[in-house]
Nanobody
Framework: QVQLVESGGGLVQPGGSLRLSCAAS????????MGWYRQVLGKQRALVAT???????SYVDSVKGRFTISRDNAKKMMYLQMNNLKVEDTAVYYC??????????WGQGTQVTVSS
């Protein structure tokens, strides 16, 4: 089972930046595509960015040009650089395999709040 731990969230003003980190246990992390998901209270968790094991990335339109996903397989880490943050980016952010896998566990997530 791959365990995932997210960190790096916080309170930031609109237009600000944050860098989220995802630490993974287990070597399976290096094999599979991974993604960052976010969940707004009362809504379903949604995938916002993905990265393959080889580094190919994709983004939903709402974050294109503002968010950058990256990974370091040697360190079993994944990152999400978020720039020009908007109020609508406020959510709990999670990392996980993309598509989801039964051998990857959800972490506790990290809260991102964008507010003036």
């Amino acid at each position: 089972q791959v365990q995932l731990v997210e960190s790096g969230g916080g309170l930031v003003q609109p237009g600000g930046s944050l860098r989220l980190s995802c630490a993974a246990s287990g070597t399976a992390f290096t094999i599979y595509a991974m993604g960052w998901y976010r969940q707004v209270l009362g809504k379903q968790r949604a995938l916002v960015a993905t990265i393959t094991s080889g580094g190919t990335t994709s983004y939903v339109d709402s974050v294109k040009g503002r968010f950058t996903i990256s990974r370091d397989n040697a360190k079993k880490m994944m990152y999400l650089q978020m720039n020009n943050l908007k109020v609508e980016d406020t959510a709990v952010y999670y990392c996980n395999a993309a598509p989801l896998r039964v051998d990857f566990s959800w972490g506790q997530g990290t809260q991102v709040t964008v507010s003036s």
